[in-house]
């Protein structure tokens, strides 16, 4: 017999023994998916580093509806972006703010740059051993498996006090963008017979302009551009201590582990379409809606489609409209808000005025029909708008969750250390035990 046929089997009867009833987590008061009854998250911890507010306390203890707000140690990031228009390298800025605590000054913003990018140089003969020879039709796999490869060019891997631990960090992010370009190129190369294209980062360029050269054939771009992915990176650089990927890295770097198996754990999670992946997951539903009832779409037409995909058509079997509504955020989500803006004042120059305005208008569609039929308040989130960013900017479909992964990186490494220093205990809650007891059979006997 077919051993999947002997399985399927085993697993058939397995559920006689192991099914959990819904009703006991209530019975437990166990907090299923670490989520409160009304929705908000469990306290796991304290943080200085991020600050999410989707929402408002009143004086009797309920929850009430907010507009969204993002902060990087106490600051708000929309004074943060605001600056881009006047300024450089504010990706860079933000992860030396959540890294050490403090807004830098000029000298501290430059010596801080060039120690990334004395670190922008891949090993020797790492692009081709881990990179060219052995590309993968996953990029996140991918990116796993190199920043565990980079343990082995480590002279000191295992060293996790916290000095160490962002020495290695930064060395880390300074060398993500390289990795996830070229495994892009080496896929396309392999598994789509394009020719490999490979440009070296130039130490004269900031994280989102080395992204735009290395992945362009001609390395070329414009300010609007690099500043549209610098804002980008930004905005993905950090978002409290309780998503999904930073509570992964600090439960498994709480091991004392090293930096390069917690790293590599949270983009793990970051791959699924839950979490990171949901950006991929927004521009293929949006690629079907397009095609379903077109750009010039009206209100109702657009409600139409967001019921078919509610009821698991388009090719949707998940039956939920990606992009809209947040485990925190409630009224709005800051980050959206900032890239529909960005996106605005480029969709002129890139011809994509209409796609544009029909995301806006889906969007708007969307959160009021979603927030009536469910009954709380529907914001979109990042992912609604940040694959659309992406696609303005020539990026393809595979590199928009490896470019949330080295935006992130910083946002991991920050809560990482403050673990370190502040609690350092490793992290193990409890789980409650709802099985019957059963005597042991004799094998014969069975």
């Known amino acids: 017999m077919d051993k999947a046929i002997h399985l399927a089997q085993f697993y058939g009867k397995s559920q006689n023994y192991t099914t959990i009833a819904k009703d006991l987590f209530k019975k437990y008061n166990v907090k299923r998916g670490l989520r409160n009854e009304d929705k908000t998250g469990v306290l796991i911890g304290l943080t200085r580093v991020a600050d999410v507010v989707g929402y408002k306390v009143d004086d009797v203890g309920h929850k009430v509806d907010a507009d969204g707000e993002l902060f990087y140690r106490g600051i708000n990031v929309m004074d943060l972006v605001n600056s881009a228009d006047r300024s450089s390298y504010l990706y860079e800025e933000a992860c030396f703010l959540l890294l050490f605590g403090y807004l830098p000054s000029e000298d501290d913003l430059r010596r801080y740059c060039q120690s990334l990018k004395e670190g922008y140089e891949l090993p020797e003969g790492f692009l081709e051993t881990h990179l060219l020879h052995h590309p993968g039709k996953n990029l996140m796999n991918q990116l796993q498996q190199s920043i565990l490869a980079l343990y082995n060019y480590d ?34 190369h392999y598994f789509g017979r394009e020719s490999l294209v490979l440009h070296y980062p130039q130490q004269g360029f900031s994280t989102a302009e080395n992204i735009l050269s290395m992945l362009r054939l001609d390395g070329k771009f414009t300010p609007d551009e690099a500043r549209l992915l610098d804002i980008l990176l930004l905005l993905h ?40 992946g949901a950006n991929v997951r927004v521009a293929n539903m949006m690629d079907k809606v397009i095609e379903a009832v077109g750009l010039d779409a009206d209100d109702a037409a657009i409600e139409r489609v967001i019921e078919r995909l509610l009821n698991k058509e388009l090719d949707n079997p998940s039956g939920l409209v990606y992009g809209i509504g947040h485990a925190v955020y409630t009224l709005s989500d800051p980050r959206a808000e900032v890239i529909r803006d960005h996106i605005g004042r480029l969709a002129a120059k890139k011809g994509v005025e209409r796609k544009f305005d029909f995301f806006v208008r889906f969007e708007r569609v969307a959160k009021r029909y979603l927030s009536e039929k469910k009954g709380v308040s529907m914001s979109s989130n990042i992912d609604f708008y940040s694959g659309l960013a992406y696609e303005i900017l020539g990026i393809p479909r595979d590199l928009f969750t490896p470019l949330f992964v080295l935006s992130r990186t910083a946002g991991w490494i920050a809560h990482n250390v403050e673990h370190k220093l502040y609690d350092n205990r490793i992290v193990r809650p409890a789980a409650k035990y709802v099985g019957t007891m059963v005597d042991y059979v004799p094998r014969e006997e069975r």
């Open 237 to 276: 650089a950090d978002h409290g201590g309780g998503t999904n990927s930073t509570f992964t890295n600090v439960v498994v770097s709480s091991t004392d582990t090293d930096l390069y198996s917690a790293i590599a754990s949270s983009i793990g999670s970051l791959k699924g379409p839950r979490h990171g």
């Open 155 to 188: 002279p000191d891997p295992d060293a996790t006090d916290v000095y160490r631990t962002l020495i290695k960090g930064v060395n880390l992010m300074a060398k993500l963008p390289s990795i996830a370009c070229y495994t892009y190129n080496a896929k396309t």
